[in-house]
């Protein structure tokens, strides 16, 4: 989610420059099943906006989330033509959170709305840990997603069980570099956003504002 692009569907949109497909995804991609361990906790998770709406990327109108802040011109765009018009799109509230990729055990970005944030609080304080039967808090053992794909790619369904491994991370994961989640959800600008309401090629605009990929840069708590 490239500050103000939130597309990644097989390489990292965040660099914002030509050869940002070439370079592997700073983010965590769900399809299938997959087990990781989160590494915030729920004061260190922040919330942006963004509309998935479409615009033209490469001469092409394709669907892309443009991250956005509560107003702006394109929330403007959107009161004025109404809901009746095809083209308006409400804003979706998500989230960010760095996990341990246990495919691999890397650090990636999660990017999620409220369907998986709420499936992973059913899971806090609900399982007990083997042995002690002390309560764990989401973030103490491994979690399993489950990824069903529908018609459309909206209809995916997801599901999350508890994962095997309840015991704390080794010491050479502990000290894996975090993402700094702050710097990853911004905003476009707003004059950005108004050259992308009037057709200007998304592609252009990211190479322009030459955002870099994210990087681990902050130690684990």
């Not at 995804?25 to 260190?44: M, N, P, V, W």
């Not at 989640?181 to 504002?209: F, H, N, Y």
């Amino acid at each position: 989610m490239g500050f103000g692009d939130n597309t990644r569907p097989k390489t990292d949109a965040t660099s914002g420059t030509s050869d940002g497909a070439k370079t592997p995804s700073a983010y965590l991609k769900l399809a299938g099943e997959q087990t990781i361990r989160i590494l915030d906790r729920t004061e260190d998770v922040p919330f942006y906006w963004q509309y998935y709406m479409p615009v033209n990327v490469g001469g092409t109108y394709q669907d892309r989330g443009i991250v956005v802040g509560r107003n702006g011109p394109i929330a403007q765009y959107m009161k004025e033509i109404g809901s009746q018009d095809k083209k308006f799109r409400k804003p979706g509230k998500r989230m960010l959170l760095n996990v341990l990729d246990r495919a691999d055990n890397t650090v990636k970005i999660l990017d999620l709305g409220n369907d998986l944030l709420n499936k992973f609080s059913v899971l806090h304080k609900r399982i007990r840990k083997s042995g002690s039967m002390e309560a764990m808090n989401v973030w103490d053992f491994d979690l399993n997603i489950v990824s069903t794909p529908g018609k459309e790619p909206k209809d995916v369904q997801r599901a999350v069980y508890p994962g095997e491994d309840q015991e704390p991370l080794a010491a050479e994961l502990r000290a894996l570099l975090k993402y700094d989640l702050s710097t990853v959800a911004r905003p476009m600008p707003e004059e950005m956003q108004v050259r992308l309401l009037a057709g200007d090629d998304l592609l252009e605009i990211l190479r322009e504002l030459n955002w870099e990929r994210p990087t681990p840069t902050v130690p684990q708590a």
